[in-house]
């Protein structure tokens, strides 16, 4: 994959652009808790809006997930990175918000939903789509318009957790294939899987909501 | 011959890495013949685009109010000792 282009946040926290990667490696396991908000506050935010649908809910689970890892500072084990870490403390604080609003959630269904290769709904049994995919406007017209992102991030709301999250790291964070299986404890063939369907989904969401 | 089902995972994993030669040629020749799969191709160009104008433009981002009161807060922490 091609390295992507250096990420705008970094850029107004480094007077020198370095290579995203760099960044990464550099920023990785940083035990400073006062880097981890410049670091991975975006991605927390993006994760925990992607999951509670409110803007400033989000910004307050950012909030506690951080508070949180540095009162359990001396628990981070070195094996994981902090971002992964960090997702993990996240994904407990939405577990008590969900359970704070009567909703019964255990850590699997926010993690593991993995239907691995079924793709009924798409496909029929010898192989064929179920509806055929049509051709897109014009990108650059859609983008222009606020009512295109609106959908287009309800569209990944809407991604199964596991879909979600990966589709998350890699398109929009641009986590390369290596670091999502290391950070998501998943195969290759696992990730080829759950992008397929995630895009399979998000294709026809965007279909329904924004080209129908 | 690859049916549309396996077209579309062959084209989803060629957006992340190069695929294998033969797995290449047999992608291309199906979407020579089939409409379908290249619209989905076409899709997934798209979805590309889509989700990396959505980092910078969009609302993935913390705001810088956002940001800063969470810093406060933070620094205000007894537990960060």
Same mark, same amino acid.
Request: hydrophobic letters at 40%.
């Given at each position: ?20 990667k760099v960044l990464m490696i550099a920023g990785n396991n940083d035990l400073n808790p006062q880097t981890w908000l410049e670091e ?29 890892a540095i009162s359990a500072k001396n628990t981070f084990s070195h094996q994981s990175a902090i971002r992964t870490w960090l997702i ?5 604080? @939405?577990? /008590?918000? #969900? =359970?704070?609003? %009567? !909703?019964?959630?255990?850590?699997? *269904?926010?993690?593991?939903?993995? &239907?691995?290769?079924? @793709?009924? /709904?798409? #496909? =029929?049994?010898? %192989? !064929?789509?179920?509806?055929?995919? *049509?051709?897109?406007?014009?990108? &650059? ?6 009512? #295109? ?15 979600? &999250? ?47 | ?18 695929l294998p030669l033969w797995k290449n040629i047999a992608l291309k020749m199906h979407l020579i013949l089939c409409r379908s799969c ?44």
């Amino acid at each position: 994959m091609e390295p992507w282009p250096v990420h705008p946040s970094k850029l107004k926290l480094a007077a020198v652009s370095f290579p995203d990667k760099v960044l990464m490696i550099a920023g990785n396991n940083d035990l400073n808790p006062q880097t981890w908000l410049e670091e991975h506050g975006d991605y927390l935010f993006s994760y925990g809006l992607l999951r509670v649908k409110d803007t400033h809910l989000a910004e307050d689970l950012v909030q506690e997930t951080l508070l949180a890892a540095i009162s359990a500072k001396n628990t981070f084990s070195h094996q994981s990175a902090i971002r992964t870490w960090l997702i993990g403390i996240l994904r407990h604080k @939405l577990i /008590d918000h #969900f =359970r704070r609003q %009567g !909703r019964e959630v255990a850590v699997g *269904d926010l993690v593991d939903q993995d &239907e691995g290769d079924n @793709l009924d /709904d798409f #496909f =029929r049994a010898n %192989g !064929r789509w179920i509806e055929k995919p *049509d051709a897109f406007p014009n990108p &650059e017209s859609a983008f222009q318009q606020k009512e #295109f992102w609106k959908i287009f991030q309800e569209c990944l709301s809407g991604l199964k957790p596991k879909q979600a &999250e990966v589709f998350l790291a890699k398109e929009i964070y641009g986590m390369s294939n290596e670091n999502i299986c290391k950070d998501f404890a998943l195969s290759p063939t696992n990730v080829w899987v759950i992008m397929h369907r995630a895009r399979l989904s998000l294709n026809r969401c965007l279909k329904i909501n924004w080209v129908d | 011959m690859l049916n549309c089902k396996q077209a579309s995972q062959l084209a989803s994993r060629a957006m992340d890495e190069k695929l294998p030669l033969w797995k290449n040629i047999a992608l291309k020749m199906h979407l020579i013949l089939c409409r379908s799969c290249a619209n989905f191709t076409w899709q997934l160009q798209f979805l590309r685009k889509a989700s990396r104008r959505s980092k910078s433009n969009h609302s993935f981002l913390l705001t810088d109010e956002a940001r800063q009161r969470i810093t406060n807060t933070l620094k205000d922490n007894p537990a960060e000792r």
